[in-house]
């Protein structure tokens, strides 16, 4: 009987410290999600002779360059990422929508995508005026599906529906000491409209 006892308890060990390797293995193999940051914003200068900016000039239609910084924080996992749907917002209305195609991005990357969005003109006019005044602030809602390339296994669909709030100098460029504006993951009662295009 003794043995029986002593056989049994020597496989729970087992079982125990297979069980704590199986969750220490699964702890280090999860991978992170990618960090999304706008970390140029601009209303781009004109190229008139006087060089004098678009909001200046109060320009009916325009322009936003912007640059977007996506950084993938895992040694082990590579990211595919479906097609990025970004919307940018004054308010409540739309200033413009951008499509970056999809792409896979290598383990430990950083990838900068550098575009631009044509401005709505029924906004464009609000949008300069406040800018010229320095209290404009934009919303950017971002929208895409992510999957995890871990061992040579691809993941399920991670969705992915980040927002951040973007304040404008009269400059026409992001305002404050810091000048980058992180994404985060869009709460449940401040969820921008997801618009797939």
Do not use: C
């Not at 199986?22 to 702890?27: E, H, P, V």
């Not at 910084?69 to 919307?87: A, K, L, R």
């Not at 000048?179 to 618009?195: F, G, I, Q």
Request: glycine letters at 8%.
């Amino acid at each position: 009987m003794f043995e029986y006892k002593s056989f049994y308890l020597w496989l729970f060990q087992v079982l125990g410290l297979l069980g704590l390797l199986a969750f220490f293995l699964w702890l280090g193999l999860r991978p992170k999600s990618p960090t999304y940051t706008i970390v140029e914003f601009s209303v781009p200068r004109s190229n008139s002779s006087n060089a004098t900016s678009l909001v200046d000039q109060g320009s009916q239609d325009g322009a936003v360059l912007f640059n977007l910084e996506i950084d993938n924080p895992n040694q082990d996992s590579g990211i595919y990422h479906e097609d990025i749907f970004m919307t940018f917002y004054y308010g409540q209305d739309t200033v413009g929508q951008k499509t970056v195609p999809s792409f896979y991005q290598g383990k430990d990357e950083t990838r900068q995508i550098v575009d631009r969005i044509d401005g709505n003109g029924q906004v464009w006019k609000t949008l300069l005026a406040a800018i010229r005044n320095a209290t404009a602030e934009m919303k950017v809602g971002l929208v895409t599906s992510i999957r995890y390339r871990t061992l040579g296994h691809k993941s399920k669909h991670h969705q992915m529906n980040l927002q951040g709030l973007i304040k404008i100098g009269s400059d026409g460029k992001i305002l404050g000491k810091k000048k980058k504006v992180k994404l985060t993951h869009a709460s449940k009662k401040r969820k921008l409209r997801a618009t797939r295009f």
